[in-house]
């Protein structure tokens, strides 16, 4: 290859380039800042966001547990089962299965089994939900969540448990918004088998 054909770089490019050898590439974004002996990069901020709200939406439905523990005194918790199952020729038996252990280990009861079929919805919006995850029927469009609000709010029941957040919602604000209207409106809890985690950016 010609010296007169090679691709010619600044100085800076070829320093960072030297630089990095050797070292993992990294993929986080944002510039590197300086440190000791070398530089570092910060987190993502998406990252730490989907983190932080993990955390939060667990901490807001914690709380509603903690009110609905103190509440019943030495009294088992009343649950009402809940699922979403996929198809109107699904089962929500495997469901039932795994949600009766989780009552059993925990001590709750059982008031009633609840359950709806996914419904997808279509839109050019996609929350922040994993690959895997649908866009469903908000939670209150569901004639079974209807039911179990109508039951908690009649006090036949103190909470919800389900096998995890994305049988209630994907969405973030949607799913932050269901937590807070069982806990202020409803005196209710809203229990997972799996726990939130940071959702995966689509």
Known sequence: MSPHNAVKHGADVLSLVAFDRGREKHTGGGAPTAG???????RTSAQVKRQS???????LR???????VDAQADQPLRVLAYSL??????????????LQ???DQLGYAIAARLHDVAVPVTTT?????????GVYTPPWDRPGWREAERQLREGL????LVLDRHNISSDDDE???VIKHLGEHCRAFLHLVISEEPVAPT
């Open 36 to 42: 000791r002996d070398h530089p570092s990069w910060p």
């Open 125 to 133: 919006y996609f929350p922040a939900s994993s690959a895997s995850q």
């Open 85 to 98: 199952v996929p198809s109107p020729r699904a089962r929500p038996d495997e469901d039932w299965g795994t």
């Open 175 to 177: 799913y932050h918004a």
């Open 101 to 103: 252990a989780e009552a």
């Open 62 to 68: 914690q709380h509603f547990y903690r009110q609905a």
């Open 157 to 160: 029941a103190d909470g919800v």
């Open 53 to 59: 709200r993990a955390g939060q939406l667990r901490g």
